[in-house]
Protein backbone atom coordinates (compact mmCIF):
# COMPACT_ATOMS: atom_id res chain seq x y z
CA UNK A 1 0.00 0.00 0.00
CA UNK A 2 1.38 3.55 -1.53
CA UNK A 3 1.76 5.67 2.38
CA UNK A 4 1.96 8.42 1.07
CA UNK A 5 -1.95 8.09 0.41
CA UNK A 6 -3.06 7.47 3.39
CA UNK A 7 -4.08 10.49 5.98
CA UNK A 8 -3.13 10.09 9.30
CA UNK A 9 -5.50 10.41 12.31
CA UNK A 10 -2.53 10.62 14.49
CA UNK A 11 1.04 11.83 14.13
CA UNK A 12 4.00 10.82 17.04
CA UNK A 13 6.95 12.32 16.33
CA UNK A 14 9.74 11.64 18.62
CA UNK A 15 7.64 11.11 21.47
CA UNK A 16 9.58 10.98 25.29
CA UNK A 17 7.49 10.23 28.31
CA UNK A 18 9.12 9.15 31.11
CA UNK A 19 7.20 7.67 34.10
CA UNK A 20 9.19 6.99 36.83
CA UNK A 21 12.35 4.01 36.02
CA UNK A 22 10.28 3.44 32.49
CA UNK A 23 10.27 5.90 29.63
CA UNK A 24 8.62 5.56 26.52
CA UNK A 25 11.25 6.50 23.77
CA UNK A 26 11.54 7.55 20.10
CA UNK A 27 8.31 7.04 19.47
CA UNK A 28 7.94 8.15 15.69
CA UNK A 29 4.68 6.13 14.51
CA UNK A 30 1.42 7.27 12.31
CA UNK A 31 -2.16 6.18 12.56
CA UNK A 32 -4.03 5.87 9.41
CA UNK A 33 -7.19 7.54 9.21
CA UNK A 34 -9.99 4.71 7.99
CA UNK A 35 -7.91 1.60 9.36
CA UNK A 36 -7.37 0.06 12.50
CA UNK A 37 -4.34 0.39 14.18
CA UNK A 38 -3.41 -2.33 16.99
CA UNK A 39 -0.76 -1.03 19.30
CA UNK A 40 1.01 -4.62 20.53
CA UNK A 41 3.17 -5.76 23.25
CA UNK A 42 4.37 -7.50 26.23
CA UNK A 43 2.94 -6.10 29.97
CA UNK A 44 5.07 -2.95 31.08
CA UNK A 45 6.30 -2.44 27.42
CA UNK A 46 4.53 1.23 27.55
CA UNK A 47 0.90 0.67 25.44
CA UNK A 48 -1.23 2.34 28.41
CA UNK A 49 1.07 5.19 28.84
CA UNK A 50 1.28 6.08 25.07
CA UNK A 51 -2.58 6.10 24.87
CA UNK A 52 -2.21 8.35 28.36
CA UNK A 53 -0.05 11.06 26.11
CA UNK A 54 -2.60 10.67 23.25
CA UNK A 55 -5.55 11.51 25.69
CA UNK A 56 -3.24 14.32 27.34
CA UNK A 57 -3.19 12.60 30.55
CA UNK A 58 0.44 12.39 30.50
CA UNK A 59 2.52 15.27 29.28
CA UNK A 60 5.25 14.74 27.02
CA UNK A 61 8.96 15.26 28.37
CA UNK A 62 10.10 15.75 24.64
CA UNK A 63 8.46 15.08 20.97
CA UNK A 64 4.55 16.08 19.38
CA UNK A 65 1.73 14.78 18.83
CA UNK A 66 -0.53 16.01 16.05
CA UNK A 67 -4.71 15.21 16.00
CA UNK A 68 -6.05 15.47 13.07
CA UNK A 69 -3.90 17.88 11.85
CA UNK A 70 -3.88 20.20 14.97
CA UNK A 71 -0.78 20.14 17.64
CA UNK A 72 -2.03 18.19 21.00
CA UNK A 73 -2.81 18.20 23.78
CA UNK A 74 -4.43 21.84 23.99
CA UNK A 75 -6.46 21.57 21.00
CA UNK A 76 -10.16 21.05 21.89
CA UNK A 77 -11.49 20.80 18.75
CA UNK A 78 -9.33 17.64 17.88
CA UNK A 79 -9.79 16.18 21.63
CA UNK A 80 -13.51 16.10 21.26
CA UNK A 81 -13.31 13.48 18.20
CA UNK A 82 -11.87 10.75 20.46
CA UNK A 83 -14.37 8.57 22.31
CA UNK A 84 -12.33 6.74 24.67
CA UNK A 85 -12.79 3.13 26.07
CA UNK A 86 -10.30 2.26 29.17
CA UNK A 87 -9.51 -0.78 31.58
CA UNK A 88 -12.92 0.51 33.75
CA UNK A 89 -15.74 2.92 33.11
CA UNK A 90 -15.22 6.50 33.35
CA UNK A 91 -18.11 6.90 35.88
CA UNK A 92 -18.64 7.32 39.67
CA UNK A 93 -19.48 3.74 40.94
CA UNK A 94 -22.55 4.95 42.61
CA UNK A 95 -23.98 6.26 39.12
CA UNK A 96 -27.47 4.63 37.39
CA UNK A 97 -26.39 3.56 33.93
CA UNK A 98 -29.44 5.61 32.63
CA UNK A 99 -28.88 8.76 34.66
CA UNK A 100 -25.07 9.38 33.04
CA UNK A 101 -26.24 10.69 29.84
CA UNK A 102 -27.88 13.03 31.66
CA UNK A 103 -25.22 13.38 33.86
CA UNK A 104 -22.01 13.65 31.44
CA UNK A 105 -23.75 14.97 28.13
CA UNK A 106 -23.13 18.69 28.95
CA UNK A 107 -19.51 18.22 29.02
CA UNK A 108 -19.38 16.87 25.04
CA UNK A 109 -20.64 19.27 22.24
CA UNK A 110 -21.95 16.86 20.31
CA UNK A 111 -23.68 14.27 23.03
CA UNK A 112 -26.94 12.87 21.50
CA UNK A 113 -28.87 11.15 24.25
CA UNK A 114 -30.85 9.28 21.81
CA UNK A 115 -27.87 7.29 20.58
CA UNK A 116 -26.44 6.38 23.96
CA UNK A 117 -29.88 5.25 24.74
CA UNK A 118 -30.14 3.08 21.93
CA UNK A 119 -26.45 1.58 22.43
CA UNK A 120 -27.50 0.81 26.21
CA UNK A 121 -30.66 -0.81 24.56
CA UNK A 122 -28.83 -2.27 22.23
CA UNK A 123 -25.95 -3.73 24.18
CA UNK A 124 -28.56 -5.10 26.92
CA UNK A 125 -27.14 -2.91 29.57
CA UNK A 126 -30.13 -2.38 32.35
CA UNK A 127 -30.38 0.95 32.02
CA UNK A 128 -31.38 1.26 36.51
CA UNK A 129 -28.27 -0.59 37.60
CA UNK A 130 -25.34 0.73 38.74
CA UNK A 131 -21.86 1.40 37.52
CA UNK A 132 -20.37 -1.18 39.99
CA UNK A 133 -22.55 -3.57 39.73
CA UNK A 134 -22.24 -4.62 36.31
CA UNK A 135 -20.26 -7.41 35.21
CA UNK A 136 -16.93 -6.58 33.17
CA UNK A 137 -18.34 -7.16 29.48
CA UNK A 138 -21.25 -5.03 30.60
CA UNK A 139 -18.79 -2.03 31.90
CA UNK A 140 -16.97 -2.41 28.60
CA UNK A 141 -19.90 -2.33 26.56
CA UNK A 142 -21.43 0.68 29.20
CA UNK A 143 -17.93 2.35 27.94
CA UNK A 144 -18.28 1.95 24.39
CA UNK A 145 -21.59 3.58 24.76
CA UNK A 146 -19.86 6.24 26.09
CA UNK A 147 -17.36 6.97 24.03
CA UNK A 148 -19.81 6.34 20.67
CA UNK A 149 -22.40 8.59 21.93
CA UNK A 150 -20.51 11.88 21.05
CA UNK A 151 -19.76 10.55 17.59
CA UNK A 152 -16.10 9.91 17.79
CA UNK A 153 -13.63 9.64 14.77
CA UNK A 154 -11.00 8.10 16.62
CA UNK A 155 -11.80 5.12 19.28
CA UNK A 156 -8.97 4.82 21.77
CA UNK A 157 -9.09 1.66 23.33
CA UNK A 158 -7.43 -0.09 26.48
CA UNK A 159 -6.95 -3.34 26.46
CA UNK A 160 -10.52 -3.54 25.85
CA UNK A 161 -11.23 -7.33 25.27
CA UNK A 162 -8.91 -7.94 28.52
CA UNK A 163 -11.25 -10.07 31.16
CA UNK A 164 -13.92 -10.41 28.28
CA UNK A 165 -15.51 -14.21 27.64
CA UNK A 166 -15.11 -15.19 24.05
CA UNK A 167 -18.91 -13.94 23.50
CA UNK A 168 -18.19 -10.49 24.66
CA UNK A 169 -15.10 -10.49 22.66
CA UNK A 170 -16.65 -11.43 19.56
CA UNK A 171 -19.68 -8.44 20.22
CA UNK A 172 -16.82 -5.63 21.32
CA UNK A 173 -15.29 -7.12 17.55
CA UNK A 174 -18.36 -6.33 15.82
CA UNK A 175 -18.87 -2.89 17.53
CA UNK A 176 -15.19 -2.02 16.51
CA UNK A 177 -16.26 -3.43 12.59
CA UNK A 178 -19.49 -1.24 12.50
CA UNK A 179 -17.93 1.85 13.41
CA UNK A 180 -15.43 1.25 10.79
CA UNK A 181 -17.91 1.22 8.01
CA UNK A 182 -17.58 5.14 8.22
CA UNK A 183 -14.02 6.04 6.00
CA UNK A 184 -13.63 8.33 8.07
CA UNK A 185 -13.34 6.99 11.07
CA UNK A 186 -9.81 5.31 12.53
CA UNK A 187 -9.37 2.80 15.44
CA UNK A 188 -6.52 2.38 17.75
CA UNK A 189 -6.78 -0.13 20.41
CA UNK A 190 -3.91 -2.05 22.69
CA UNK A 191 -3.37 -5.61 23.73
CA UNK A 192 -1.30 -8.42 24.58
CA UNK A 193 -3.69 -10.58 22.86
CA UNK A 194 -2.40 -11.33 19.68
CA UNK A 195 -5.21 -13.31 17.78
CA UNK A 196 -6.98 -9.87 18.16
CA UNK A 197 -4.98 -8.01 15.68
CA UNK A 198 -5.37 -10.84 13.31
CA UNK A 199 -8.47 -10.66 13.33
CA UNK A 200 -8.90 -6.95 13.92
CA UNK A 201 -5.85 -4.72 12.62
CA UNK A 202 -4.82 -3.73 9.64
CA UNK A 203 -1.66 -1.67 10.40
CA UNK A 204 0.24 -2.62 13.60
CA UNK A 205 2.41 -0.81 16.28
CA UNK A 206 4.68 -3.61 18.29
CA UNK A 207 6.14 -1.72 21.62
CA UNK A 208 8.37 -3.40 23.57
CA UNK A 209 10.53 -2.13 26.71
CA UNK A 210 9.17 1.79 25.57
CA UNK A 211 10.30 1.45 22.40
CA UNK A 212 8.71 0.72 19.04
CA UNK A 213 9.68 -2.48 17.64
CA UNK A 214 7.68 -2.46 14.57
CA UNK A 215 5.35 0.17 13.52
CA UNK A 216 3.60 -0.69 9.31
CA UNK A 217 0.96 -2.76 7.89
CA UNK A 218 0.18 -5.87 9.59
CA UNK A 219 0.50 -7.63 5.95
CA UNK A 220 3.94 -6.25 5.95
CA UNK A 221 5.02 -7.00 9.85
CA UNK A 222 5.02 -10.79 8.41
CA UNK A 223 6.43 -10.35 4.88
CA UNK A 224 9.23 -9.07 6.71
CA UNK A 225 9.83 -11.52 9.58
CA UNK A 226 10.25 -14.99 9.91
CA UNK A 227 11.50 -17.61 12.08
CA UNK A 228 14.62 -19.65 12.33
CA UNK A 229 14.97 -22.81 13.77
CA UNK A 230 17.18 -25.46 14.18
CA UNK A 231 19.63 -27.68 15.97
CA UNK A 232 22.96 -26.42 17.49
CA UNK A 233 25.74 -25.32 16.89
CA UNK A 234 24.33 -21.73 15.99
CA UNK A 235 26.18 -20.71 13.41
CA UNK A 236 27.62 -17.36 15.27
CA UNK A 237 28.18 -15.31 11.65
CA UNK A 238 24.06 -15.51 11.81
CA UNK A 239 23.65 -14.16 15.51
CA UNK A 240 23.74 -10.31 14.61
CA UNK A 241 20.75 -10.75 12.35
CA UNK A 242 18.90 -12.59 15.35
CA UNK A 243 16.10 -11.15 17.37
CA UNK A 244 15.36 -13.02 20.61
CA UNK A 245 17.46 -16.02 20.12
CA UNK A 246 16.38 -18.96 22.52
CA UNK A 247 17.38 -22.28 23.12
CA UNK A 248 14.63 -24.94 24.00
CA UNK A 249 14.93 -27.83 26.30
CA UNK A 250 15.03 -29.83 23.43
CA UNK A 251 18.14 -28.54 22.06
CA UNK A 252 16.33 -26.83 19.23
CA UNK A 253 17.47 -23.21 18.52
CA UNK A 254 14.69 -20.31 17.60
CA UNK A 255 14.79 -16.88 16.93
CA UNK A 256 13.18 -13.96 14.61
CA UNK A 257 15.26 -13.18 11.64
CA UNK A 258 14.11 -10.68 9.04
CA UNK A 259 13.50 -11.88 5.68
CA UNK A 260 16.61 -10.56 4.05
CA UNK A 261 18.71 -12.86 5.98
CA UNK A 262 17.57 -15.90 5.34
CA UNK A 263 20.19 -16.67 3.35
CA UNK A 264 22.26 -16.73 6.37
CA UNK A 265 21.29 -19.69 7.57
CA UNK A 266 21.86 -22.99 6.16
CA UNK A 267 19.75 -26.12 4.56
CA UNK A 268 19.62 -27.65 8.25
CA UNK A 269 17.54 -24.88 9.03
CA UNK A 270 13.69 -24.66 9.08
CA UNK A 271 12.49 -21.23 8.36
CA UNK A 272 8.56 -20.49 8.63
CA UNK A 273 6.95 -17.15 8.66
CA UNK A 274 6.52 -15.62 11.32
CA UNK A 275 2.93 -14.89 13.02
CA UNK A 276 1.83 -11.77 15.17
CA UNK A 277 2.49 -13.75 18.65
CA UNK A 278 6.41 -15.10 17.23
CA UNK A 279 7.02 -11.54 16.74
CA UNK A 280 5.98 -9.71 19.83
CA UNK A 281 7.61 -12.85 21.82
CA UNK A 282 11.16 -13.01 20.21
CA UNK A 283 11.07 -9.12 20.48
CA UNK A 284 10.38 -9.07 24.24
CA UNK A 285 13.28 -11.89 24.73
CA UNK A 286 15.21 -9.79 22.55
CA UNK A 287 14.83 -6.69 24.91
CA UNK A 288 15.82 -9.23 28.31
CA UNK A 289 18.82 -10.17 26.86
CA UNK A 290 19.50 -6.65 25.62
CA UNK A 291 18.93 -6.13 29.66
CA UNK A 292 20.90 -8.55 30.77
CA UNK A 293 24.04 -7.99 28.46
CA UNK A 294 23.72 -3.99 29.61
CA UNK A 295 23.65 -5.09 33.13
CA UNK A 296 26.83 -7.67 32.86
CA UNK A 297 28.53 -5.01 30.57
CA UNK A 298 28.37 -6.15 27.45
CA UNK A 299 26.28 -4.40 24.22
CA UNK A 300 23.30 -4.19 24.14
CA UNK A 301 20.55 -3.08 21.17
CA UNK A 302 17.07 -3.91 20.78
CA UNK A 303 16.11 -4.60 17.10
CA UNK A 304 13.71 -1.25 15.52
CA UNK A 305 11.77 -1.68 12.42
CA UNK A 306 9.43 0.74 10.73
CA UNK A 307 8.10 1.54 7.57
CA UNK A 308 6.30 5.06 7.75
CA UNK B 1 -17.39 25.24 29.81
CA UNK B 2 -16.95 26.51 33.04
CA UNK B 3 -19.74 27.04 34.38
CA UNK B 4 -21.14 23.49 32.57
CA UNK B 5 -18.46 22.13 34.80
CA UNK B 6 -19.08 23.74 37.63
CA UNK B 7 -22.88 22.55 37.56
CA UNK B 8 -21.12 19.07 36.68
CA UNK B 9 -19.27 19.14 39.55
CA UNK B 10 -21.69 20.24 42.42
CA UNK B 11 -24.43 18.15 41.41
CA UNK B 12 -21.92 14.74 41.33
CA UNK B 13 -21.03 15.63 44.88
CA UNK B 14 -24.36 16.51 46.20
CA UNK B 15 -25.99 13.61 44.90
CA UNK B 16 -23.39 10.67 44.41
CA UNK B 17 -22.41 10.65 48.13
CA UNK B 18 -25.33 12.45 49.22
CA UNK B 19 -24.33 11.85 52.91
CA UNK B 20 -20.30 13.24 52.24
CA UNK B 21 -22.16 16.51 51.90
CA UNK B 22 -24.90 15.90 54.59
CA UNK B 23 -22.46 14.81 57.70
CA UNK B 24 -20.28 18.36 57.33
CA UNK B 25 -23.32 20.06 57.36
CA UNK B 26 -24.81 18.78 60.18
CA UNK B 27 -21.57 18.74 62.29
CA UNK B 28 -22.02 22.36 61.69
CA UNK B 29 -25.18 22.35 63.10
CA UNK B 30 -24.21 20.40 65.66
CA UNK B 31 -21.27 22.45 66.77
CA UNK B 32 -23.88 25.38 67.05
CA UNK B 33 -26.11 23.42 69.39
CA UNK B 34 -22.90 22.53 71.50
CA UNK B 35 -20.64 25.02 71.94
CA UNK B 36 -21.94 28.15 73.51
CA UNK B 37 -19.66 30.33 72.09
CA UNK B 38 -21.68 33.13 69.63
CA UNK B 39 -20.18 32.53 66.08
CA UNK B 40 -18.23 29.72 66.63
CA UNK B 41 -19.62 27.65 64.18
CA UNK B 42 -18.92 29.85 61.32
CA UNK B 43 -15.17 29.38 61.63
CA UNK B 44 -15.63 25.48 62.86
CA UNK B 45 -18.07 25.37 59.28
CA UNK B 46 -14.74 27.48 57.43
CA UNK B 47 -12.88 24.42 59.09
CA UNK B 48 -14.99 21.91 57.97
CA UNK B 49 -15.40 22.78 54.28
CA UNK B 50 -11.76 22.97 53.91
CA UNK B 51 -11.30 19.39 54.75
CA UNK B 52 -14.18 18.42 52.79
CA UNK B 53 -12.09 20.10 49.25
CA UNK B 54 -10.53 17.07 49.08
CA UNK B 55 -13.88 14.64 48.89
CA UNK B 56 -13.93 16.19 44.92
CA UNK B 57 -10.55 14.75 44.11
CA UNK B 58 -11.35 11.56 45.65
CA UNK B 59 -14.30 11.43 43.48
CA UNK B 60 -12.17 12.27 40.24
CA UNK B 61 -10.13 8.52 41.05
CA UNK B 62 -13.00 6.58 42.33
CA UNK B 63 -14.95 7.13 38.93
CA UNK B 64 -11.90 7.78 36.87
CA UNK B 65 -13.32 11.53 36.30
CA UNK B 66 -9.85 13.13 35.34
CA UNK B 67 -10.19 10.42 32.01
CA UNK B 68 -13.54 11.68 31.50
CA UNK B 69 -12.66 15.45 31.54
CA UNK B 70 -9.73 14.80 29.21
CA UNK B 71 -12.09 13.33 26.47
CA UNK B 72 -14.91 15.83 26.37
CA UNK B 73 -15.31 19.05 25.70
CA UNK B 74 -14.13 20.73 28.91
CA UNK B 75 -10.67 22.65 28.52
CA UNK B 76 -8.49 21.98 31.61
CA UNK B 77 -8.28 25.30 32.77
CA UNK B 78 -12.24 25.25 32.53
CA UNK B 79 -11.60 22.22 34.83
CA UNK B 80 -9.59 24.03 37.41
CA UNK B 81 -11.71 27.33 38.06
CA UNK B 82 -14.70 25.04 37.78
CA UNK B 83 -13.47 23.20 40.77
CA UNK B 84 -12.55 26.66 42.68
CA UNK B 85 -15.82 27.70 42.17
CA UNK B 86 -17.76 23.94 43.22
CA UNK B 87 -15.07 24.06 46.42
CA UNK B 88 -16.53 28.15 47.29
CA UNK B 89 -19.86 27.01 46.79
CA UNK B 90 -19.81 24.06 49.41
CA UNK B 91 -17.74 26.48 51.61
CA UNK B 92 -20.22 29.49 51.38
CA UNK B 93 -23.26 26.82 52.16
CA UNK B 94 -21.52 25.17 55.03
CA UNK B 95 -20.37 29.19 56.29
CA UNK B 96 -24.30 30.08 55.59
CA UNK B 97 -25.26 27.29 57.59
CA UNK B 98 -22.90 28.42 60.73
CA UNK B 99 -24.18 31.96 60.19
CA UNK B 100 -27.35 30.60 60.31
CA UNK B 101 -26.78 28.31 63.28
CA UNK B 102 -25.18 31.37 65.15
CA UNK B 103 -27.98 33.35 64.93
CA UNK B 104 -30.84 30.71 65.68
CA UNK B 105 -28.88 29.56 68.72
CA UNK B 106 -28.45 32.71 70.13
CA UNK B 107 -31.86 33.50 70.19
CA UNK B 108 -32.60 30.24 71.50
CA UNK B 109 -30.47 31.03 74.39
CA UNK B 110 -31.11 34.72 74.94
CA UNK B 111 -27.91 35.55 74.22
CA UNK B 112 -27.25 38.86 72.17
CA UNK B 113 -25.09 38.51 69.47
CA UNK B 114 -22.34 40.86 68.59
CA UNK B 115 -22.42 41.84 65.07
CA UNK B 116 -18.63 43.24 64.98
CA UNK B 117 -17.73 39.24 66.70
CA UNK B 118 -19.85 37.65 63.83
CA UNK B 119 -18.46 39.56 61.10
CA UNK B 120 -15.15 39.02 62.53
CA UNK B 121 -16.02 35.33 62.43
CA UNK B 122 -16.74 35.73 58.69
CA UNK B 123 -13.95 37.40 58.01
CA UNK B 124 -12.04 34.57 60.07
CA UNK B 125 -13.83 31.86 57.79
CA UNK B 126 -13.05 33.38 54.72
CA UNK B 127 -9.72 33.74 55.20
CA UNK B 128 -9.35 29.67 56.30
CA UNK B 129 -11.34 28.92 53.24
CA UNK B 130 -8.88 30.80 51.34
CA UNK B 131 -5.80 29.90 52.86
CA UNK B 132 -7.20 25.96 52.33
CA UNK B 133 -8.48 26.25 48.86
CA UNK B 134 -5.24 28.31 47.95
CA UNK B 135 -2.98 25.26 49.30
CA UNK B 136 -4.69 22.29 48.55
CA UNK B 137 -6.56 23.02 45.00
CA UNK B 138 -3.30 23.26 43.24
CA UNK B 139 -1.80 20.20 45.45
CA UNK B 140 -4.46 17.79 44.74
CA UNK B 141 -4.34 18.76 40.83
CA UNK B 142 -0.55 18.18 40.74
CA UNK B 143 -0.89 15.28 42.82
CA UNK B 144 -4.55 13.08 42.91
CA UNK B 145 -6.23 12.27 45.87
CA UNK B 146 -4.32 9.62 47.12
CA UNK B 147 -0.84 10.69 46.58
CA UNK B 148 -1.90 14.13 48.05
CA UNK B 149 -3.92 12.78 51.24
CA UNK B 150 -1.38 14.32 54.00
CA UNK B 151 -2.96 17.59 52.19
CA UNK B 152 -6.12 17.37 53.66
CA UNK B 153 -5.45 17.78 57.62
CA UNK B 154 -2.25 20.58 56.98
CA UNK B 155 -3.74 23.56 56.34
CA UNK B 156 -6.69 22.97 58.92
CA UNK B 157 -4.60 21.70 61.42
CA UNK B 158 -2.30 24.55 61.20
CA UNK B 159 -5.17 27.16 61.13
CA UNK B 160 -6.77 24.98 64.38
CA UNK B 161 -3.56 25.38 66.28
CA UNK B 162 -2.29 28.94 65.61
CA UNK B 163 -5.97 29.62 66.24
CA UNK B 164 -6.16 27.59 69.82
CA UNK B 165 -2.59 29.19 70.79
CA UNK B 166 -3.87 32.66 69.74
CA UNK B 167 -7.23 32.48 71.91
CA UNK B 168 -4.92 30.93 75.11
CA UNK B 169 -2.59 33.70 74.75
CA UNK B 170 -4.94 36.25 75.01
CA UNK B 171 -4.00 37.44 71.26
CA UNK B 172 -7.21 37.63 70.20
CA UNK B 173 -10.91 39.25 71.94
CA UNK B 174 -9.97 38.20 75.90
CA UNK B 175 -13.99 38.04 76.35
CA UNK B 176 -13.79 34.68 74.35
CA UNK B 177 -12.93 31.46 76.46
CA UNK B 178 -12.36 28.25 75.34
CA UNK B 179 -14.29 25.87 77.17
CA UNK B 180 -13.70 22.43 78.59
CA UNK B 181 -15.95 20.50 76.37
CA UNK B 182 -14.72 22.15 72.84
CA UNK B 183 -12.04 21.12 72.04
CA UNK B 184 -12.55 17.66 72.10
CA UNK B 185 -15.78 18.12 70.45
CA UNK B 186 -13.88 19.97 67.66
CA UNK B 187 -10.73 17.57 66.83
CA UNK B 188 -14.09 14.21 67.11
CA UNK B 189 -15.73 16.30 64.42
CA UNK B 190 -12.74 17.30 62.75
CA UNK B 191 -11.60 13.52 62.45
CA UNK B 192 -15.83 12.65 62.12
CA UNK B 193 -15.01 14.30 58.76
CA UNK B 194 -11.71 13.26 57.44
CA UNK B 195 -12.17 9.82 57.76
CA UNK B 196 -15.60 9.11 56.87
Not at chain 1, 65 to 80: D, K, M, S, V, Y
Not at chain 1, 227 to 234: A, D, N, Q
Not at chain 2, 51 to 62: K, L, P
Not at chain 2, 152 to 168: R, T
Request: glycine letters at 8%.
Amino acid sequence: MDATLISDAVIIQNLLVKRGAFALRDIDVRVPTGFVTGVVGPNGAGKTSLIKALLGLIAPDEGTITLFGAEHPGNRAAQQRIGVVLDRVTAMPEWHVGSIGRRIGPLYAEWDEELFRGLLERFEIPADNRVDALSRGQSVKLSLAMALAHRPQLLLLDEPSSGLDPVARRDLADIIREFMVDPSHTVLFSTHITSELDELADHIIVLNDGLVAFAGMLDELHERFAIVRGRPPFPDEARPATIGLRFESSGVYEALIRTEDTARFGPDTVIDAASTDDVVVHFAEHARSARHSARDGGPAAPGKESNR
Amino acid sequence: MIATFTLFDVRNFATTQPLRMILPLALVVLFGASVPIPGAPIVIAALIASITTSYYFQGDERGMLDTLYAASSISRPAVVIGRYISALIFAAAAVGLGAATTVVMTAVRHQSLSWPLALGMLVAAFGIVSVALAVQLPWFFALGFTRGRPMIYIPVGILSIAGFVAGQTGFLDGSIQITSSGVPLALVSILTVTFC
